[in-house]
C-alpha cells in the first residue's frame, strides 16, 4: 500500500453549513481548510440538496473521507459526482482525489488516467505550488505505473521551481526513475532531448553502457567535466556520490576459486576466460585492475583452509566456488572470513552469513522471467508443460510462485515425459469442444454442413513450457491439430538447441524463448573479443563465459546492490538485481522462433521488484 498524503488543498464545506445556516458556499474559495464534521454527515446534507450544491458537498465529502484514509470511501462518493457538470476547479479537485486515492489503493494505471483528464491540462489557473503538487503527483504516479522515463522527465520539468530543501531527494527519484526505464527507451529518448534532460539521459547510459565498474567511473567523471553546472553534478544523487566512494575503496586483490580439474573444469574454464576477458577490457584502456588470484577449489577439503590461505595471500574478496554442494557449505556457515561472491545457489531457505552473495544460471530466473512477460502482454490464466527432471521441476514451481504473486491464475498443470502421451494430454488441457453459434441452422448446402469450428477451452490464454526440444517439437504440431494453433507458449532456453553452425530447430517456429542477451542479441561489447579469442562462446558454452564476464562486472557493485535494492545492471546474462537474501536475479529477454531460429523480440522484459 502506497504511503497516503495529506491534500494540502481547503475542505469543502463552511462549518456553518453544517449547523444549519442558511448561507451555503457555492465555490472553493468559499470554503474553511478543515471540518471535524462527520463525512456521513456532509453525505446526509448533499441528499437535502440538488445540483451544483449537491455536488459540492459531496466532493468536500471526498476530500474529507480522503484526509481521514479512508481511500476506499473517496472512491465511493467520487462514483456520485458526474464531474463533467462541475466547474474546472472543482473538476480539478475531483481528478486530484481520484487520483490521489487510486494511488494509495496500489491501483497507479487508474490514478494515471485520472490525472490525464482534460481539467489537469489546464493548470494555468491554480497557484504555483499548486501546480507543483500535481506534477509531482503525476511523476510519483507514472512511476509506480511503470512509465519511469516519463516520470524522470516529469521531475527534471519542475527541479528548479521547488524548494532547495525538496531538492536533493527529487534528484534521487530523477536517477531511480532513469535506472529502471528500459535502456532503448533511455536512447531513443537521447537522440532529440536538449539541456539538462539531455545531461541526465547521457549519465544514464553510462551505467549501462559499461560494465565494468572503473569504465563506469571514468565515464562519469568525464560527464561531470562536460556538464559541470548540471544539477546531478552540483550535487550529484546518492547513488552515484556512493557509487564513486565504492570506486575508491573498491578491492586490489582478488581470488577467483573454481574446479579446475574434475567434471566441472570445462566450466570453471570458461567462466575464467570471460571474467579475465573483462578485466582485460578495462586495463586495456589505460585504468588499474585489482590483481586476480587463481585457486583450484578441489584442492581444499575444507574451504576455510581456502580462506586461511587466501588471507595469508592479501586477497579481499572470493569469486567461487561453483559447485553447488561447497556452495552449500558457505551457505552454513556462521560469517565467512572474506566476501564472497558464489557462483551457484545453495539449495536452503537458511538466511546466509553476511558477506555471502550468490549468482548463477538458475532455471528458476528464466520461469520468473516467462510469468513476468506473459502478465505484461495481457495473459492472467495459464497452464504449465514440464517433465519430472529437477531442472523443469524447479522452473515450474519458480513460475507458479511468480505468477501468483502477480495475481495470475493456474489453470492447468501436465507432466510430459512420454512423447506418445503428450498428445492426450494437450488435448485434455485444452478441453477441445464442437461449438455452435446459438440458433444457429445446420443448412445441407454448406461446405461444413453449418458446424463453426472446434474451440478449445476459454479459460486458457497461454502455456509455459518446461522441457527439453524432443518434448518441445511436439507442442505445436499438438497445438495446431487441436486448433489452438495461436495459443501462445512461453519457453525456457531448454526448448531448443542452440549449435554454433546455426542448424535449424524443426517444429517450433512462434514459440517464444527466454534467452540470454549474450546469446540472443549478441551486442555485449566483450562479445566479438571473446568469441575471436573462444569460438565456442558462441554457443551453449557462451552461457559460462557471459556468466563470467557479469561476475567481474557486479562484484564490486554488490554493496550498492545491497544498500539500494532498486539498483539495475544490464548484464550478458539479463537484466541483474539483488535480492534481500544475496542473491542475484536475472530478468531475460525474450525472443521468438523464426525458421527455426531464435530472433530477438521487441518488447523489453519488466523488471523484478
Same mark, same amino acid.
Given at each position: 500500500m ?64 480522503f484526509?481521514r ?36 489503493l ?88 536538449t ?8 549519465l ?56 579446475f ?13 570471460g ?9 586495456s ?36 566456488? %561453483? +559447485?553447488?554442494?561447497?556452495? $552449500? ?5 556462521p560469517?565467512?572470513?572474506? !566476501? &564472497? =561472491?558464489?557462483?551457484? @545457489? ?38 504449465i ?31 510430459i ?21 446459438p ?18 477451452r476459454?479459460? %486458457? +490464454?497461454?502455456?509455459?513450457? $518446461? ?9 505445436? !504440431? &499438438? =497445438?495446431?491439430?487441436? @486448433?489452438?494453433?495461436?495459443l ?11 549449435s ?29 573479443t571473446?568469441v ?19 561476475a ?5 557493485r554488490?554493496?550498492l546492490?545491497q ?32 525458421d527455426?531460429? %531464435? ?8 523488471l523484478?521488484?
Amino acid at each position: 500500500m502506497l504511503r497516503m498524503n495529506r491534500l494540502p488543498l481547503a475542505g469543502l464545506l463552511l462549518a456553518s453549513l453544517i449547523a444549519g445556516c442558511s448561507s451555503t458556499p457555492r465555490q472553493l474559495s468559499e470554503l474553511p481548510a478543515t471540518t471535524d464534521t462527520p463525512v456521513e454527515d456532509i453525505l446526509r446534507q448533499a441528499e437535502r440538496r440538488s445540483g451544483a450544491e449537491a455536488h459540492l458537498l459531496r466532493l468536500h465529502a471526498a476530500q474529507t473521507a480522503f484526509n481521514r484514509n479512508q481511500p476506499d470511501q473517496v472512491r465511493s462518493i467520487l462514483a456520485m459526482i458526474p464531474q463533467s457538470d462541475l466547474p474546472l476547479d472543482q473538476q480539478q479537485r475531483f481528478s486530484e482525489l481520484q487520483a490521489r486515492s487510486e494511488l494509495a489503493l496500489d491501483q497507479p494505471a487508474a490514478a494515471l488516467r485520472a490525472l490525464r483528464h482534460p481539467s489537469l491540462q489546464q493548470l494555468d489557473s491554480l497557484t504555483p505550488d499548486a501546480q507543483l503538487e500535481i506534477q509531482l503527483l503525476r511523476a510519483e504516479t507514472m512511476a509506480a505505473a511503470g512509465e519511469y522515463l516519463s516520470a524522470a522527465q516529469e521531475r527534471i520539468f519542475i527541479h528548479n521551481l521547488l524548494p532547495a530543501n525538496a531538492q536533493q531527494d527529487n534528484l534521487a527519484q530523477i536517477w531511480n526513475n532513469l535506472n529502471q526505464a528500459p535502456t532503448d527507451q533511455l536512447r531513443e529518448a537521447a537522440t532529440a532531448a536538449t539541456g539538462d534532460l539531455a545531461g541526465w539521459l547521457e549519465l544514464a547510459l553510462i551505467v549501462r553502457d559499461h560494465g565494468n565498474l572503473d569504465l563506469q567511473v571514468h565515464a562519469m567523471q568525464q560527464w561531470q567535466d562536460r556538464h559541470a553546472t548540471h544539477p546531478a553534478a552540483v550535487t550529484p544523487p546518492e547513488g552515484i556520490s556512493r557509487l564513486l566512494e565504492l570506486h575508491a575503496e573498491r578491492p586490489q586483490h582478488i581470488a577467483l576459486l573454481l574446479p579446475f580439474e574434475g567434471g566441472l573444469a570445462a566450466a570453471a574454464e570458461a567462466l575464467r576466460d570471460g571474467f579475465l576477458s573483462a578485466q582485460y577490457h578495462a586495463h586495456s584502456e589505460g585504468l588499474a585492475q585489482p590483481r586476480i588470484s587463481l585457486y583450484d577449489s578441489g584442492a581444499y577439503p575444507n574451504l576455510l583452509q581456502f580462506y586461511q590461505q587466501a588471507q595469508a595471500d592479501g586477497v579481499q574478496w572470493v569469486v567461487g566456488p %561453483l +559447485d553447488r554442494q561447497q556452495v $552449500a557449505s558457505l551457505a552454513a556457515l556462521p560469517a565467512l572470513p572474506l !566476501p &564472497t =561472491l558464489a557462483l551457484n @545457489y545453495a539449495d536452503t531457505t537458511a538466511t546466509p552469513p553476511p558477506g555471502l552473495f550468490q549468482f548463477g544460471l538458475a532455471p528458476e530466473d528464466e520461469a520468473r522471467s516467462a510469468a513476468l512477460q506473459a502478465w505484461q502482454d495481457g495473459h492472467r490464466q495459464m497452464a504449465i508443460l514440464a517433465n519430472h527432471d529437477d531442472w523443469s521441476q524447479r522452473s515450474a514451481r519458480a513460475f507458479v510462485d511468480q505468477w501468483q504473486e502477480l495475481g495470475g491464475q493456474l489453470v492447468g498443470h501436465e507432466l510430459i515425459d512420454e512423447p506418445a502421451r503428450i498428445s492426450g494430454q494437450i488435448a485434455g488441457l485444452l478441453q477441445v469442444r464442437e461449438s455452435q453459434q446459438p440458433n444457429q441452422e445446420v443448412t445441407s448446402g454448406s461446405e461444413d454442413g453449418g458446424a463453426a469450428q472446434p474451440t478449445p477451452r476459454p479459460d %486458457l +490464454d497461454a502455456l509455459f513450457l $518446461a522441457a527439453a526440444p524432443l518434448q518441445a517439437r511436439q507442442i505445436k !504440431p &499438438t =497445438l495446431v491439430f487441436q @486448433y489452438a494453433g495461436d495459443l501462445p507458449v512461453y519457453a525456457a532456453s531448454r526448448a531448443y538447441r542452440l549449435s554454433l553452425n546455426g542448424e535449424p530447430n524443426p517444429d517450433i517456429d512462434g514459440i517464444m524463448i527466454a534467452e540470454i542477451p549474450w546469446l540472443l542479441t549478441r551486442s555485449d561489447p566483450l562479445y566479438q573479443t571473446v568469441v575471436d579469442s573462444w569460438p565456442t562462446a558462441a554457443g551453449p558454452m557462451g552461457r559460462l563465459y557471459a556468466m563470467g564476464v557479469d561476475a567481474q562486472r557486479i562484484f564490486s557493485r554488490l554493496l550498492l546492490m545491497q544498500e539500494q535494492p532498486e539498483t539495475r545492471i544490464d548484464g550478458a546474462t539479463g537484466t541483474l538485481s539483488l535480492n534481500s537474501n544475496g542473491r542475484i536475479l536475472r530478468v531475460l529477454p525474450w525472443g521468438e522462433m523464426v525458421d527455426g531460429q %531464435l530472433r530477438p523480440m521487441l518488447e523489453p522484459p519488466l523488471l523484478l521488484q
